[in-house]
């Protein structure tokens, strides 16, 4: 499977964005899909997560009531609306998909990792 995140931007406090991350491959439908994210100087940290068929979500606590996660499994791709956007949400986020089908929070529960769209947020 591979992964391509896409969407980031510059946005200005209090904006909304949609990140889209597209996967290849036939079995997308079979996996847990994860976002992560990058802040500068920071480790990566869990921002959200969905089980393989949409129905169940999970997220930090940073972005809850903010961040949204959703997956279309006919078109292979998982999706993150962020809004009410903060500076401290600036980050190279990352979409990841698991090997099982469950929302997991660890990032070594991800076994695929596409490779990440920045996203700034100005003050």
Known sequence: VQLQAFGGGL???GGS???SCAASGRTFSLY???WFRRAPGKEREFVAAINSSGGT???ADSVKGRFTISRDNA????????NS???ED???????GAGGGYFY???YEYRYWGQGTLLTVSS
């Open 11 to 13: 946005v200005q406090t």
């Open 17 to 19: 964005l949609r990140l």
């Open 32 to 34: 847990g899909m994860g």
């Open 57 to 59: 979500t999970r997220y």
């Open 75 to 82: 078109a292979n791709t998982v999706y993150l609306q962020i």
């Open 85 to 87: 956007l903060k500076p």
């Open 90 to 96: 600036t980050a190279v986020y990352y979409c990841a």
């Open 105 to 107: 929070n660890k990032d």
